[in-house]
């Protein structure tokens, strides 16, 4: 059964950083590619950041480029979403996903406020 448990989420001032963790069970992380997405208040669901599966390769929204990183721990089975030089902008739910089955993880609030 495919799991995904997101965390990390919390208040934190404008500036400063966050790291967020989703950790899948039910499957290997270096098999897929791996989402991260966001959801502003009365927003849709929009994309910040891909690693592929197979290459590693990573993509970023225009918006969070330079400031967000994803990166995976094989070993934990593990994404990570490092983000630094938060904006209040950057306030939402983030989301884990997998792109093949459209697999999703319950969300974890970003708040960036002063």
Same mark, same amino acid.
């Given at each position: 059964?495919?799991? #995904?448990?997101? *965390?990390?989420?919390? #208040?934190? +001032?404008?500036?400063? !950083?966050?790291?967020? !963790?989703?950790?899948? $069970?039910?499957?290997?992380? =270096? =098999? ?6 966001? +959801? ?15 290459? *590693? ?5 225009? $918006? ?6 994803? *990166? ?8 990570? #979403? +490092?983000?630094?030089? #938060? ?6 739910? /983030? ?7 459209? /697999? ?8 960036? =406020? !002063?």
């Amino acid at each position: 059964q495919v799991q #995904l448990v997101e *965390s990390g989420g919390g #208040l934190v +001032q404008p500036g400063g !950083s966050l790291r967020l !963790s989703c950790a899948a $069970s039910g499957f290997t992380v =270096s =098999s897929y590619t791996m989402n991260w997405y966001r +959801q502003a208040p009365g927003k849709g669901r929009d994309l910040v950041a891909r690693i592929a599966g197979t290459t *590693s390769g990573t993509t970023y929204a225009d $918006s969070v480029k330079g400031r967000f990183t994803i *990166s995976r721990d094989n070993v934990k089975n593990t994404v990570y #979403l +490092q983000m630094n030089s #938060l904006k209040p902008e950057d306030t939402a739910v /983030y989301f884990c996903n997998r792109l093949l089955g459209n /697999y999703w993880g319950q969300g974890t609030q970003v708040t960036v =406020s !002063s």
